[in-house]
């Protein structure tokens, strides 16, 4: 376990002092590129021993348009993100939208993601809970931090203790969110680790084309700003090409960037530490 308290199965160098990396597609779109970003960030997270889980959503249930790319099948998104479990030795984290969806997800997945606007959901909550893995429980945008409590207390009281809350910003006015980080320091008072959803707090959401936009030049300065107030981890999403990317390419690092943006945060974790110490 490492100081942070995330002890998930498979997590390598997970009891270093680095945080912990949570990264990868938005949403899983095939094979190859799937393939081709976990491959990427496995030797990134070799390179700065960074305790690794692969992301992608199987499906993507909260679409501005019903013709919205929402994924390429159930059961054969989640055999891929399996795939790149036993192919990479990585534990993989994916989205879950209804209790009915928790069983299934935990065949094949590690961490289950509780969806920053399902977070109050009770019967999701325990639901996810009771599968035994850990939950991802995903900040609201129309929460304060220390509310948070409440959703982690459903999980416990469900019977599960391996939680971890991830902050991903608050509504500002209609198509723009900003980041307080407060919040990260207020949630860990909650005993559980704390994540900082990088690039979906860069979304500019309810834009009139019905596509979200984004602020992906800023992603350096939300996740030096995480790092320096004590995240446990950051969460980010990544593509080869995120212009045509099928999900929330607007917002996402190109994958190319990953190895600058991880050589300074984990250089700036260092210098952190070392005042802790």
């Known amino acids: 376990m490492n ?9 390598k160098y997970g009891k270093s002092d680095n945080f912990l990396l949570i990264a990868g597609p938005c949403v899983v779109e095939g094979e190859d590129v799937v393939f081709e ?14 305790p690794y889980v692969f992301k992608a959503s199987y499906r993507k249930a909260n679409r501005s348009k019903i013709d919205s ?3 390429i099948g159930d059961l ?6 399996a795939e790149v479990k036993k192919r990479y030795s990585v534990p993989v984290i994916t ?3 209804n209790p009915e969806e928790a069983a299934m997800a935990a065949e094949y997945v590690d961490i289950l993601q509780i969806p920053a606007f399902l977070c109050r959901q009770t019967d999701l909550l325990a639901a996810a809970a009771k599968t035994g893995k850990w939950i991802n429980i995903k900040k609201g945008q129309f929460l304060s931090g220390p509310s948070m409590k409440f959703a982690i207390d459903k999980v416990k009281e469900s019977g599960n203790d391996n939680i971890m809350v991830t902050d991903r910003g608050n509504m500002f006015g209609y198509q723009d969110i900003i ?10 008072k909650t005993g559980v680790p704390v994540v900082m959803d990088i690039t979906h707090s860069l979304q500019q959401p309810n834009q009139e084309a019905g596509v979200s936009g984004g602020n992906p030049e800023m992603i350096e300065t939300i996740g ?7 995240a446990d981890g950051i969460f980010i999403e990544t593509h080869p090409n995120p212009a045509v990317a099928k999900s929330d390419g607007a917002n996402m690092l190109k994958l190319s960037g990953m190895d600058d943006l991880l050589y300074k945060l984990v250089a ?7 005042f802790n110490n």
């Open 95 to 97: 989205d879950i939208h």
């Open 69 to 71: 790319f929402a994924g």
């Open 224 to 230: 030096k700003a995480a790092i320096s107030v004590g």
């Open 76 to 81: 054969k998104a989640l055999r891929i993100l």
């Open 268 to 274: 700036l974790r260092k210098t952190i530490n070392s």
């Open 37 to 50: 970003i976990a491959d990427y960030l496995v030797k990134l997270s070799d390179k700065y021993k960074l």
């Open 179 to 188: 980041v307080d980080f407060r919040n990260i320091p207020l949630m860990q």
């Open 3 to 11: 100081k942070s308290g995330i002890d998930i199965p498979g997590l």
